[in-house]
Every structure is written in C-alpha cells, then in structure tokens.
C-alpha cells in the first residue's frame, strides 16, 4: 500500500482539504462572533454548507454516475479553492461581509457534496480489491486525524492573525486540486449499454431494496444522532461544572482519538465478524458508555466514554463502504454513496437540534440516559433480525 504512490498523493491531497476544511469549521465561528457579536451568525457558516451538502447530495451522486468523475474532482476542488482564497483576500482589504462568507460557504458545501463520492469512488479506481480495506482504513484515519488536529491548529492560528486559518484552508484545497490534477485513474463510470439506469433517487431505492445496507445505513443514522447529541451534552455538562475552554475541548477531542485507535482493529473485527454481527456489536458499544457518564463530571471520563463510543465506528465505516463496493454496480455508486452520505449527514445536526432542545428541560446526566434507553430499545429489532445474525461478506 505504502508503494501505491497514486493512492497515497490522492490521500495525502485530501486529507490537506479536509485539514483545512476541519479548521474553517473553528475559525468562520471566531471570525463571525468577532465581526458580528451574534451567536446566531457565528454558526450561519456551518449550517449554511451543511444545508448546501445535503440539498446538493442526491444530484452530485447522479453527476457522479454519467459524467467522468476524475474531472468532477478536479473541478469541485478548483472552485474551493478559489472561494476559500477569497476570504483571507478580502480581510486583507477589510472587505469581509457576512453575506460574502455566506456565499463562500454555500460554494464549499456544494463543492464537497460532489467532490465526496468521486474521491471514495476514486480509491476503487486506485487501489487493487485485496487492499481495498486497507485503504478505506488509512481514509478513516484521514478524517478522525483531521478531527483531532484542526480546531486546536485553528485557535492556534486565529491567534497569530484573522486571516492565517483561512490561508491554510485555502492552501488545504490548492493541495487537493494538485493532487486529482496530477494522479490519472479511470473515471468513467460503467455503464450497461452506455447509458446510466434509473434516476436522481435511485441510489435511495437501491438502499431501501438491500436489507443489509438499510439496515447498516438506519442504525448508523441512528448512532451519528446519538454521538453527536452526547458531544453536546458533554459540552453542557463540562461548562456547567466550571471546566475551562482548554480541558472541554481535550475531554471532547476523545472522539477522535477513539476514532484513530479504532482504525488499529477494522481487519480484525471484519475477519472475526460478518457484517451483520458487525453492526449489532457496534451498535450496542454506544450503550454502556453513555449509562457510565451520570456518573461523574470528570473531563477525564468524558474523554474515555467519548473515545470507546467511537471505537467501533472505523469499522463501520469501512463496513459500509466494502458492502456498497461489492453489491452496488458501478454504474449506481455514485447515487448510493451520495444518499448514504446525506443520511449520515442528517443524523449529525438532527442530534445537535434534537438535544439542544431537550437540554432546556433535562439535565446531562439525565439526557445520557434518555439517550441510552432510545438507543437500546432501537436496537432490540435489529438484534433479533436472523437474517443481519446470518449475512456473510459478500464476494
């Protein structure tokens, strides 16, 4: 793998734009509090490219299945760049307006809504079918390490002058269009007949028709819901108990770090585990953690709770990624990962709001539990479906 210098440019190109990406995801909420004084127009930049994403997703995994999909790359990453040099430009002329990074955000969440199913698409076209699990490995690993790194590196940053954080966003995406510039792999999709079935939702139909992808993409759902709603629970719960900016934000970074060292086990568990035992295992880990959290405020607790929630999620992920590989036609890759991609994204901000407003009635400690017990009595179903106990890999 390490000698697969293809696979290893167009990672190391996306993992700079994703670096970037994690650390605009700190600073715009800085920039904007800063210029605006408002909470609100603080998260206005994350919500609008969420919102973007997920509006653009189904027609970027059509575009991904009818038109060459290494030059959808290359554009998707041009146009980030651009826009995200927009942003340190105009401060340096102290022209900045919130409608201005607005816009910005609106181009970068539809830029990555198409550039997301060509870059995992992508890997296939790069890496041979035994290595394929170690690749999308080392791809999870890109997205918890970017975790882990960007906000601090952003604070960081922020701190040396307002325009440095968005400078290495932009230069993140500049290193991301080089590298889908400069690595040649076959990006037409294949068709039967030279024409690509079904329409914009058929990625959505195909999910619904597969039991074990529906079953895979549901639960996941669920457990992006839940870890997303815990992360905002923990963070209420931390400033509540007077922990400072420093310490929430080491308690939290457990996320990622169980994410990283979850990577270490994706073989292992894939080789000990069929898909379906896979995702119940997985699943029913969120559990115990979260009944342990009302137990203690500790930011040391936090971190360790939060990190063995998120072990098994590498796993998952790659999970998903080898069933759409090995059961999807290529000619329909594209629109299954899209949809699958806009459901996960779902779950994350359904968490965040769902919770939100719970946390204005219950405490933390009595939110982990709600969150526990939904949870288990979700997963009941699912672990007593003979035909998730029984599925094997498929070849």
């Avoid at 342990?292 to 590498?314: E, N, R, Y």
């Amino acid at each position: 793998m390490r000698r697969n210098w293809r696979f290893q440019l167009l990672w190391g190109g996306s993992a700079a734009s994703l670096l970037g990406s994690r650390m605009s995801t700190t600073a715009y909420p800085l920039l904007l509090l800063a210029m605006t004084g408002s909470t609100f127009a603080a998260g206005a930049f994350s919500g609008v490219q969420l919102l973007t994403q997920v509006l653009f997703g189904i027609h970027a995994g059509t575009v991904a299945d009818r038109y060459d999909r290494r030059v959808i790359l290359i554009v998707a990453d041009g146009l980030r760049f651009l826009a995200s040099l927009t942003v340190p430009l105009a401060l340096a002329m102290d022209r900045l307006t919130l409608t201005h990074i607005l816009l910005v955000a609106v181009v970068v969440g539809g830029t990555m809504a198409y550039a997301f199913p060509v870059r995992t698409l992508a890997i296939r076209s790069v890496v041979p079918k035994a290595q394929l699990r170690q690749a999308l490995a080392q791809d999870g690993l890109r997205t918890n390490g970017t975790g882990l790194l960007g906000p601090p590196l952003a604070g960081f940053l922020f701190g040396l002058g307002r325009p440095a954080p968005f400078i290495g966003a932009a230069v993140g995406s500049l290193l991301s269009f080089g590298a889908a510039c400069a690595v040649r792999f076959d990006g037409k999709p294949e068709t039967s007949g030279g024409k690509a079935r079904g329409g914009a939702l058929e990625g959505m139909r195909f999910l619904a028709r597969s039991p074990l992808l529906r079953a895979t993409v549901g639960i996941t759902f669920a457990l992006y819901l839940v870890c997303s709603a815990t992360v905002l629970s923990c963070l209420v719960l931390l400033q509540r108990e007077g922990v400072g900016s420093a310490g929430t934000g080491l308690a939290l970074s457990g996320e990622a770090v169980g994410g990283i060292v979850g990577v270490l086990f994706v073989s292992r568990l894939h080789r000990l585990m069929g898909p379906g035992k896979l995702l119940i295992a997985a699943s029913w880990l969120y559990v115990p953690p979260l009944l342990v959290l009302p137990l203690s405020s500790s930011p040391v607790l936090v971190f360790f709770v939060l990190a063995v929630m998120l072990l098994s999620d590498p796993a998952l992920d790659v999970m998903t990624d080898v069933l759409i590989f090995q059961q999807v036609p290529d000619e329909l890759r594209g629109r299954v990962m899209a949809a699958t991609f806009m459901l996960f994204t779902l779950g994350m901000p359904a968490g965040t709001l769902g919770s939100g407003l719970l946390l204005d009635f219950l405490s933390p400690d009595a939110m982990f539990t709600v969150l526990a017990v939904a949870l288990a009595v979700a997963l009941v179903p699912v672990t007593l479906n003979r035909t998730l106990w029984g599925s094997g890999w498929p070849t």
